[in-house]
């Protein structure tokens, strides 16, 4: 059986428990609405052993509109029965006020990276992220915590915070997973209608015709993303928010390709907005 613990002290008492017998502790952090992409995320925490925990909470404060808060898909009893299915032992589930009890006046701040990207877009997001993650790594407290490189730039970002706070954690970076034509799964698929469903896969065809563009040799990302936006032609419905090639680490456009290479983008399908990326890490 999962555990299903909603507080701050119950996950603690439990937690010290588990590491007075000696296991290492996993986190997955989720919002919920799991899909096989989580899946990815949860078996590799299991195989990698210890006690594992997913946390499910839709965080507020990582939110730019409100109805995009609103409208994130929510199924806790499914989301339960998934991990179960995992072989998860505990699901950290904590409602609002239990995150963010005493109006806090401390943030996590990471200035530079998320000046690109999915930053200049949807202010104060990684700052949400980065607090929320921050404060799940020390309520938590695990050896190893899983993050997909869907998000990238999440990624990116929850490692320097790491590095920069000197939090005693392993990140470990999960490969995207994706439906057979290409879409990266993400919770905001199941909002897409039929013809938005069949439109979104524009996004990886983007980033594919950039991809082949670095692997044949193009190094002027205008170049690159000229042919990846041009792809875009083939699906009106779709509105681009960014596409770009930077750096991977810095998160930086590049004046000249030279892989490994970043390529990200972003699209509106209706009123859902997805992103992809592509970690081009060397010419073959
Ligand atoms: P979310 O619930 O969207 O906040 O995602 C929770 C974690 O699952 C994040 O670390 C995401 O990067 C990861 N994730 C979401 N979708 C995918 C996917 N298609 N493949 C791999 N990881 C994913």
Redesign the pocket.
């Known amino acids: 059986m999962v555990e299903l613990l909603r507080t701050i002290s119950d996950l603690r008492a439990r937690l010290s428990a588990i590491r007075r017998n000696g296991a290492a502790i996993g986190l ?6 799991l ?4 899946g ?2 949860l078996e590799k925490a299991v195989t990698d052993g210890g006690f594992v925990v997913a946390s499910i909470f839709v965080n507020p404060t990582q939110f730019h509109r409100e109805d995009d808060f609103q409208s994130y898909p929510r199924d806790l009893a499914t989301d339960l029965a998934f991990c179960e299915r995992r072989n998860v032992d505990a699901a950290f589930v904590p409602d609002a006020d239990e995150m963010y009890a005493g109006e806090p006046l401390t943030s996590v701040v990471v200035s530079g990276l998320t000046e690109h990207l999915c930053g200049p877009q949807r202010p104060g997001h990684f700052e949400g992220v980065a607090t929320v993650v921050t404060k799940l790594l020390n309520i938590v407290q695990p050896d190893r915590a ?6 990238r730039q ?2 990116v970002v929850i490692r320097r915070v790491v590095k920069d706070l000197d939090i005693p954690v392993e990140i470990v970076g ?5 439906e057979p034509d290409g879409l ?4 905001r698929n199941q909002l897409l209608s039929s013809e938005e469903r069949q439109a979104a896969t524009v996004l990886y065809r983007a980033i594919r015709k950039a991809e082949e563009l670095v692997q044949a040799g193009e190094t002027c990302p205008g170049e690159v993303m000229k042919q990846g936006l041009a792809v875009f032609e083939s699906e009106p419905s779709a509105r681009v928010e960014y596409f770009e090639v930077v750096d991977p680490e810095q998160l930086q456009p590049v004046d000249e390709i030279k892989a490994p290479v970043l390529i990200a983008g972003a699209a509106h399908l209706g009123a859902t907005r997805l992103i992809d990326n592509i970690l081009v890490e060397a010419r073959e």
């Open positions: 997955v952090p989720t919002m919920g609405a899909h096989a992409g989580h990815r995320l899983y993050f997909g490189e869907k998000d999440q990624l999960v490969p995207t997973v994706r990266a799964l993400s919770s």
